[in-house]
T-cell receptor, first 112, second 117 residues
Framework: GQQVMQIPQYQHVQEGEDFTTYCNSS?????IQWYKQRPGGHPVFLIQ?????EVKKQKRLTFQFGEAKKNSSLHITATQTTDVGTYFC????????????FGAGTRLAVHP | DTAVSQTPKYLVTQMGNDKSIKCEQN?????MYWYKQDSKKFLKIMFS???????INETVPNRFSPKSPDKAHLNLHINSLELGDSAVYFC????????????????FGEGSRLTVL
């Protein structure tokens, strides 16, 4: 079945450093979504990527969807303490009804 | 107004008991879900309903029984609770994308933390 692998599992950075998390799917995706979950909170939708090679930016966050639509990344420039949390990618397969498969998440800690 | 609300927020109970978690969404969405998040933060889908019809039923023990009385509500009943059922259970909803069988972004509730002693 479809699997979505996400790395790294944990990342500790100093405030001001950059951060990247990567997702890889075993199958071609129709789209990929990214969510952020603050400690003690619930996942909150950040963005959806649909097109091959798509790049979207939200302030310091840059999201990419690979050309083959099997991988994606989230890059945060100059991290801040407010970026702390777990970032999940969630991929949806192609054709018919396909459920979102979540990656295992990357837990980001930012040290001031 | 909370878009997706679940109750209770915390639940502590003994092994063998039966408990229910309720979920309601006021977004007018057609599709609702239950996800289980374990201690390692892994989010695993359990069930999905579209307009009260079960469309996803993952390999979940049959002690877990979802019920959707209408498209705005999706409840989860758990029989004979076990230690391994301890987790945070998230309800979520989404709208169906026009012309497709798929849905858009998920809106999650705040979660129900279940602790089985």
């Amino acid at each position: 079945g479809q699997q979505v692998m996400q790395i790294p599992q944990y990342q500790h950075v100093q405030e001001g450093e950059d951060f990247t998390t990567y997702c890889n799917s075993s199958t071609t995706l129709s789209n990929i979504q990214w969510y952020k979950q603050r400690p003690g909170g619930h996942p909150v939708f950040l963005i959806q990527l649909v097109k091959s090679g798509e790049v979207k930016k939200q302030k310091r966050l840059t999201f990419q969807f690979g050309e083959a639509k099997k991988n994606s990344s989230l890059h945060i420039t100059a991290t801040q303490t407010t970026d702390v949390g777990t970032y999940f990618c969630a991929g949806r397969g192609s054709g018919g009804y396909n459920k979102l498969i979540f990656g295992a998440g990357t837990r980001l800690a930012v040290h001031p | 107004d909370t878009a997706v609300s679940q109750t209770p927020k915390y639940l502590v109970t003994q092994m063998g008991n039966d408990k229910s978690i309720k979920c309601e969404q006021n977004l007018g969405h057609d599709t609702m879900y239950w996800y289980k998040q374990d201690s390692k933060k892994f989010l695993k889908i359990m069930f999905s309903y579209n307009n009260k019809e079960l469309i996803i039923n993952e390999t979940v023990p049959n002690r877990f029984s979802p019920k959707s009385p209408d498209k705005a509500h999706l409840n989860l009943h758990i029989n004979s609770l076990e230690l391994g059922d301890s987790a945070v259970y998230f309800c979520a909803s989404s709208r169906r994308l026009p012309g497709t069988a798929n849905t858009g972004e998920l809106f999650f509730g705040e979660g129900s933390r279940l602790t089985v002693l």
